[in-house]
């Protein structure tokens, strides 16, 4: 079956970026000319503010409010930078240049506007992400890091230059970076029936080789280790927008599997935005069951390994479904870890040919 | 001016690629047909025999040779491992399917084949390389990492199930892939005129938003970070098969001063090859003097970017170009470092509109 998407949902959401920078210019210009002290409310980010929905299936915030006022001294320079952010992200959005944070931080010195670090800007943008309720890929400023998709799926772009065109996701068999032109871009059809994203490089060219994106119907996609915001997005995009369930292979060890988890659920710095996460996401393995039934080669866990599995198991994230425990606790046993590549112990395609089928049907 | 190219080079090579694989088997099947102990003799690559040869511009291997005979009951391992990494370089090369060190590794235990650590393979890969005197990316074995390309240049791919068919490399303006697909492509035409290779990938998308391609005639090449082996041998073909000359931007550093060196001079650990790196490139910025002219926002060096100069002092590779020297001694005098992003505080096109072309002109 084809699937055809209604599109414009790219361009709509654009549009409402930009009226949301609008309406909050206008709110302030609106304080002041009734002779107000300006002021921004928004949520606060706190610790004790954040916290885990077991409905959403994510970290949101809770009820707290924090006011940036310019009637407080103390808040003048923050205030003045959140305002900034805002000039510079419509500025961005507008003439349609994308930037990184690294860039906005080095670009607020042509404003004369200072911020102490990087650190303190890449605060003040986030404060912009949590009063517009969009996250600064929406306004242009994107990550360094690029992954990659591939499969049957046509997108179409909106960046200029190339408005209109389309793109077969098959059309580079290195596949295709996801960088904002693709982030940007519309879908417009597939025959794909599933996504499956994998952690390394070398198994993502692998699977296109050993065709796995026609022999299972799926778009293939790299994250690159920890996925970046951009390519979750995008995969939430795949998941909500053409409906395809989503299943991850990354290496077996808690690092893995907290690649994964951030797909599912996201994480808590990102409690202000629902868009990075894909919550009915599945993480098929590589399970430390995998490791026991597949007998894989294998290292041992080191004391790093260790800490970060009794961290993971603290981790509300991961103690909505079994599956997550039962393979924490089977880590802690065995304090064995075993990569993706352990598979061509039984030959190259042995991951194609019998793993990836079994795993897929498991994690239905 | 349109270039074309007789295609050919990269099938023609496959070919050598094999037929050298091919002779070394033979070799030693007459070995053992002859009565004799098969033995491989290949030149030596302890520290001893690398040396910096000024007039190639590269580290070369010396005279010292090494003998791995299977008569010597401790060179019984490792010449059956490399006879294994021969095999097995065979297969892939002739499935036309690719690979890692890492695939390599766990390949190995298919065969029965036994290394200590992925240590103990890579070294035997690399004695494949010297042996044969091909990079292991002609036998199909490539880096996880992926950089990336933009601009005026159509290939023509040799890869299964694509063989034949164009792709022009302004097709998605996001940069397209450098992996296995694109490596191994023949270049048909292109009307750039130069190669521009960029550290960060914020300012590739940049340049490639500003039309850099187009108003500077250029070939973009993401290097991200250090560039990976497959990226050095395509900045070289583009180099050597199209004879564009080759500019290279970098944060101004003594990082990024080394990622442009190791794309001119490759480095001793590739001493045994050559084809990794392009001697008439340029290191065309951020230099230490382009941060004092430009004055840029700094940061201090640190104690790690102050010792790393002190052995790029020492190193015979940057005693060649008074350049170096001079940026070198610049460094530590004023004790400080700029990004490639710092060029922002004058507006973000600044970096396109002014440095770009006046470093381009500085070194030609």
């Given amino acids: ?140 400023i994107f990550p360094e890091e690029r992954s990659a998709v591939f499969g049957d799926l046509t997108i179409e772009y909106t960046v200029p230059g190339y408005e209109g065109k389309t793109m077969d996701l098959t059309s580079h068999p290195d596949g295709v970076m996801i960088g904002p032109a693709l982030t940007s871009a519309e879908f417009v059809k597939t025959k794909a029936d599933k996504v499956i994203a994998i952690e390394k490089g070398g198994l993502f060219t692998r699977f296109i080789e050993e065709n796995v994106h026609r022999k299972f119907n799926a778009l293939l996609v790299l994250t690159a280790g920890q996925a970046p915001r951009a390519t979750r997005h995008f995969i939430r995009r795949l998941n909500e927008e053409l409906k395809l369930p989503v299943y991850v292979f990354t290496d077996g060890d808690p690092w893995g599997m907290h690649i994964a988890m951030v797909i599912i659920s996201g994480s808590a710095n990102a409690a202000h935005l629902r868009e990075l996460n894909t919550p009915d996401a599945k993480w098929s393995g590589v399970w430390a069951t995998d490791i026991v039934n597949y007998k894989l080669p294998t290292d041992p866990l080191d004391e790093i390994d260790m800490k970060r599995l009794l961290e993971l198991q603290k981790d509300p994230r991961y103690k909505e479904d079994p599956l997550w425990h039962r393979e924490i606790k089977t880590f802690m046993k065995i304090k064995r870890k075993a990569e993706q590549e352990a598979f061509s112990r039984y030959g190259l395609t042995y991951i194609v040919d019998e793993y990836l089928p079994a795993k897929l049907e498991e994690t239905r």
Same sequence: chains 1, 2.
């Fill in 1 to 140: 079956m084809e699937k055809k998407k209604h599109k414009g949902s790219v361009v709509e959401r654009k549009k409402e970026v930009l009226s949301s920078l609008e309406n909050l210019g206008l709110s302030i210009y609106e304080q002041i000319d009734g002779g107000q002290f300006p002021s921004i409310t928004m949520p606060s980010r706190s610790t004790e503010n954040i916290n885990y929905d077991p409905q959403l299936r994510q970290f949101i915030l809770g009820d707290r409010r924090v006011k940036r006022s310019a009637r407080n001294i103390r808040h003048l320079k923050p205030f003045a930078q959140l305002v900034w952010a805002a000039l510079f992200s419509n500025e961005l959005s507008s003439q349609r240049k994308t930037s990184t944070l690294r860039d906005v931080y080095y670009s607020a010195q042509a404003y004369e506007m200072t911020f102490k670090d990087q650190q303190e800007s890449n605060n003040i943008i986030t404060d912009l992400e949590t009063v517009l309720g969009f996250s600064r890929e929406d306004f242009n």
